[in-house]
């Protein structure tokens, strides 16, 4: 599948499922498109949905240098940066790119009120606007870079618009290095996740660590969340009973795809070929 027509089915997914997933996603009203995480410290659904937004904020705040410029890569609705425009100060400007016309329409209506501070734009991440070279000092993707199936011009733009100075942050779903071996034993699942999750790439982390050095990027640090996942909710025991006998139906509606493909991701954590991690990068010379 060339670029061009999976950022388009991308786009659409997300046109199509975004008011369900903020619907019957238990997120605290947060708006946050991904998933909870229920680390250390965390007693509600709130804080469990912004866990991983907390991490970008710690980031932000621990950096030596100061952040101006923040740009979200793969934004949704903004939950993310409307949760660090309350964080940080009021001089950082806040960015966001999203496939999806319709979460950028609502993400720009919730920040009507910033004052031009935070902005939602219609992009694709392959593709970032000229202007924007070298004018960021972090960037992030929270559960976006699945979705790229040309994963080094994904790196090359984040490096062309990033200061020499710039972090790049990534918090996905990362396969383990079998999946991509012929004896692997869940195929079907593997698909399921390609095709109904969007997964655009199945990169490992060795092999996300060579393409970023190629890149201009080293990795500084990366934690497993895979722990803090909630999984095994009476939910997904419904959603794969559902898969199990009831494949047909998902042509029905695209929000059953969704559940199928989010069927997958629980599948892959409950057996093992897929993690939930943070990756730190940091510019370096090529």
Known sequence: MNEGTHSKEVSQYYDQNTRLFNMFGKTGGTGNIHASLWGPGVLTSTEASNFTNRLILNHIQTRKNRVANVLDLGCGTGASLSYLCNQLAVDTRLQGVTLSTRQANRANRLFLSSSGRVEVHVADFHHLP?????????????????????????????????????????????????????????????????QFWKAGNVLDLNQIES??????????????????????????RWIARYVRTCKRMTALHPYLRALRGGNAVQAGFRHGWLTYRQINLASCSI
């Open 130 to 194: 000229d202007p924007w070279t070298g004018q960021f000092d972090v960037a992030f993707a929270i559960e976006s870079f699945v979705h790229s199936n040309q994963p080094e011009s994904f790196f090359l733009e984040a490096k062309r618009i990033l200061k020499p100075t710039g972090d790049l942050i990534l918090i996905d779903t990362f396969p383990e290095p079998e999946i991509n071996e012929p004896e692997f034993g869940f195929t079907n699942e593997v698909t399921d996740y390609q």
């Open 211 to 236: 393409l970023a050095n190629r890149c201009g990027f080293e990795i500084r640090s990366e934690i497993d969340l895979t722990d803090y996942v909630e999984k095994d909710r009476l939910r997904d």
